[in-house]
């Protein structure tokens, strides 16, 4: 018996049919709708983890910078429930900082003139040594420089989403600050170092440094926040460093899951704002897909977005085929490297086909197929054995049942 599926793809639903004897099932933990988002941020700022309300940490001169994570959903709804809380707490406007990382759009802040009227606005330079402070130096010599403003700041509130990531396992929270916030020596010595492998209980080196730096610095205070579906707010978890490993655990209860067999069709959706959509999130929905693939597997990535693409993107399309990009990609380190790392090893090792609002040439020379519609997804599910769908493809990490 054949049951449609409806998966989102951007803001549309595209209805597909898998017919039952042919779907691989996705085993998840169970879980409600969110409550209303605002309720939720000033539930985790009141009742933090294994903390005191957020508020009694604060004095009313405390100069704060909130390192904030501009690709949030509904990020200047949160920001406000945020300033909001920090006025509860007498701290004005004009003590406030709200610090953005290079990748943030440049007109991010004049989007929100109006409703953060008052509150400073910086996007971090890290080639800029006047806006850099040297903070310490690790355990294994690395010396380390950060933003001047975070380091000068009397309370550090780090607002981002905690997220799956190729480069430290778990985005968000402490690498938030390092390397995100570094100079571009430390910024740069990371990038390209990706892993197709999924986060285990283990935390990942660039983790493991990068909360060693958040020690250093004092005691930030964490708004970890867990996406659900489309531009959805699953969860917030807020404390202090203690509270990550929290932000881990709720982040695999709404996203982590297993399938019983290894499908040869895989078809990988991405919802929500296609405004919010990367390369990146290309290509970790294709790798999410390429886990639980045999290599050779045919892969459709759906997405309504018409990514940037960067200079690691536009050398990929000048090459014959994808063997050799990893050595390209480390000559030249674009600063879309890790992205196109990861898009290079599913495109060499996978069939991939994409649904996207770019055009079919610029597909093709990211060596995919380029598809259009439910119509020719469907082709593409009627002629595999076994069919897997994942929504959300770049949010989740699936693995196979031993």
Same mark, same amino acid.
């Given at each position: 018996?054949?049951?449609?599926?409806?998966?989102?793809?951007?803001?549309?639903?595209?209805?597909?049919?898998?017919?039952?004897?042919?779907?691989?099932?996705?085993?998840?933990?169970? !879980?409600?709708?969110?409550?209303?988002?605002?309720?939720?941020?000033?539930?985790?700022?009141?009742?933090?983890?294994?903390?005191?309300?957020?508020?009694?940490?604060?004095?009313?001169?405390?100069?704060? %910078?909130?390192?904030?994570?501009?690709?949030?959903?509904?990020?200047?709804? $949160?920001?406000?429930?945020?300033?909001?809380?920090?006025? %509860?707490?007498?701290?004005?406007?004009?003590?406030?900082?709200?610090?953005?990382?290079?990748?943030?759009?440049?007109?991010?802040?004049?989007?929100?003139?109006?409703?953060?009227?008052?509150?400073?606005?910086?996007?971090?330079?890290?080639?800029?040594?006047?806006?850099?402070?040297?903070?310490?130096?690790?355990?294994?010599?690395?010396?380390?420089?950060?933003?001047?403003?975070? &380091?000068?700041?009397?309370?550090? $509130?780090?607002?981002?989403?905690?997220?799956?990531?190729?480069?430290?396992?778990?985005?968000?929270?402490?690498?938030?600050?390092?390397?995100?916030?570094?100079?571009?020596?430390?910024?740069?010595?990371?990038?390209?170092?990706?892993?197709?492998?999924?986060?285990?209980?283990?935390?990942?080196?660039?983790?493991?440094?990068?909360?060693?730096?958040?020690?250093?610095?004092?005691?930030? !205070?964490?708004?970890?926040?867990?996406?659900?579906?489309?531009? *959805?707010?699953?969860?917030?978890?807020?404390?202090?460093?203690?509270?990550?490993?929290?932000?881990?655990?709720?982040?695999?209860?709404?996203?982590?899951?297993? &399938?019983?067999?290894?499908?040869?069709?895989?078809?990988?959706?991405?919802?929500?704002?296609?405004?919010?959509?990367?390369?990146?999130?290309?290509?970790?929905?294709?790798?999410?897909?390429?886990?639980?693939?045999?290599?050779?597997?045919?892969?459709?990535?759906?997405?309504?977005? *018409?990514?940037?693409?960067?200079?690691?993107?536009?050398?990929?399309?000048?090459?014959?085929?994808?063997?050799?990009?990893?050595?390209?990609?480390?000559?030249?380190?674009?600063?879309?490297?890790?992205?196109?790392?990861?898009?290079?090893?599913?495109?060499?090792?996978?069939?991939? !086909?994409?649904?996207?609002?770019?055009?079919?040439?610029?597909?093709?020379?990211?060596?995919?197929?380029?598809?259009?519609?439910?119509?020719?997804?469907?082709?593409?599910?009627?002629?595999?054995?076994?069919?897997?769908?994942?929504?959300?493809?770049?949010?989740?990490?699936?693995?196979?049942?031993?």
């Amino acid at each position: 018996m054949s049951m449609p599926n409806e998966l989102m793809v951007g803001l549309s639903s595209w209805s597909l049919t898998v017919p039952a004897k042919r779907a691989v099932e996705v085993t998840r933990t169970p !879980f409600a709708a969110p409550p209303p988002l605002a309720e939720l941020v000033q539930k985790a700022l009141d009742k933090p983890f294994g903390f005191e309300p957020l508020r009694r940490a604060l004095t009313p001169d405390d100069r704060v %910078t909130i390192v904030l994570d501009s690709q949030l959903p509904k990020v200047a709804e $949160i920001l406000e429930v945020v300033l909001g809380y920090l006025r %509860t707490a007498l701290i004005p406007p004009e003590l406030v900082t709200v610090l953005t990382t290079p990748e943030a759009p440049q007109n991010w802040s004049e989007q929100h003139a109006v409703e953060f009227a008052g509150v400073k606005r910086e996007i971090h330079d890290p080639a800029d040594r006047k806006k850099l402070a040297y903070l310490a130096s690790t355990r294994e010599g690395r010396r380390i420089y950060l933003n001047r403003t975070l &380091v000068d700041g009397d309370f550090i $509130i780090v607002l981002t989403g905690r997220g799956y990531d190729p480069l430290a396992g778990y985005a968000g929270a402490e690498v938030a600050i390092f390397p995100a916030l570094g100079d571009d020596e430390n910024r740069n010595a990371f990038q390209g170092q990706v892993s197709i492998d999924a986060p285990g209980e283990e935390a990942w080196s660039i983790r493991v440094e990068a909360e060693e730096v958040v020690r250093m610095l004092g005691m930030p !205070f964490f708004v970890q926040i867990i996406e659900g579906a489309g531009d *959805t707010v699953q969860d917030v978890v807020a404390g202090l460093l203690e509270s990550s490993p929290e932000g881990v655990r709720r982040q695999d209860a709404r996203w982590f899951g297993t &399938v019983t067999d290894e499908p040869d069709t895989v078809v990988a959706a991405i919802s929500g704002e296609p405004e919010r959509v990367t390369f990146m999130d290309l290509a970790k929905a294709a790798v999410c897909a390429a886990r639980v693939a045999p290599k050779g597997s045919r892969i459709a990535v759906l997405t309504a977005a *018409t990514p940037t693409l960067g200079d690691g993107a536009q050398l990929l399309r000048s090459m014959d085929s994808p063997a050799g990009a990893k050595r390209f990609l480390a000559k030249r380190k674009p600063a879309d490297w890790s992205a196109c790392r990861l898009w290079a090893y599913v495109v060499k090792n996978y069939s991939i !086909f994409l649904a996207s609002g770019l055009p079919d040439a610029v597909a093709e020379e990211l060596f995919t197929t380029p598809i259009h519609g439910q119509d020719e997804v469907q082709r593409l599910i009627d002629s595999g054995e076994k069919v897997l769908l994942i929504p959300d493809a770049h949010k989740t990490i699936l693995a196979t049942e031993e």
